[in-house]
């Protein structure tokens, strides 16, 4: 039988990237898609889906699976650097206004409440997407691509981001959008709020469109219900 979900005991909130703080996926699909078009592989905004919340070099294998296209390692290298120059033109040029609905509120309300926040994310830019933001102060942690080895599903970066918080794993919970990034949550022995829907996330814990009009207290009340049913 699953634990029971106590609201004061969830004491860190682990924030995944893409899809849950700012819609960068559109600019991986205008990088993959120039990327594509030079090696002649239709690449579509449909395949793009597959490529959300995995590693750049994992998603360049996709995408050359897609192709039928072999490459060397060397050569696969080469192309996700300029994939990624290419990537980093847009994200230049991001705008604060970007960061998703609600966003920032629930935040900033989170922090207030003392919760303990961190960022979970693959992206080995998020850095530089969360200073165009203008988010970097509310977050206690950032743990991402460029301290992390193992991708979602593995639990790493998860694990990672309440050990650098200083909390028990499962005082922890996880907000993220693929499906790969819920298993890594309860690979981490975390609960995991999906954004997004059932036909995504059927494994998530509890789901939400977003993070409008909603706050943490509601958030742990809800999965309290769902957990403890
Ligand atoms: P980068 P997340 C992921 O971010 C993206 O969803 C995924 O499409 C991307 O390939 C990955 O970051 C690596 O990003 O090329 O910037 O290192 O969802 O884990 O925040
Ligand atoms: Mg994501």
Redesign the pocket.
Known sequence: MQEKVKEKEIKGLLF?????IVD??KY?FLAWKKLADELNIDFTLQDNER??????MR?FEIVLEIGGVTMSEEEKEKNCAKK?DI?LEYINQLKAEEILPGVREFLTDARKNGYKIALG??????RLIMEKLGIMDLFDEIID?TVTSKA?PDPEVFQKGAEFLKLPYDSCIVFE??AA?IEAAHNAGMLAVGIGTVENLPEADLLLPGFKNIVIEEILKKLQEVKND
């Open positions: 995944d990237l893409d899809g849950v960068t996926a991986h490529l959300k919340g995995v590693s750049r998603s990624n990537y994310s693959a992206s080995k830019n998020s691509g979602k959008d693929a990034g």
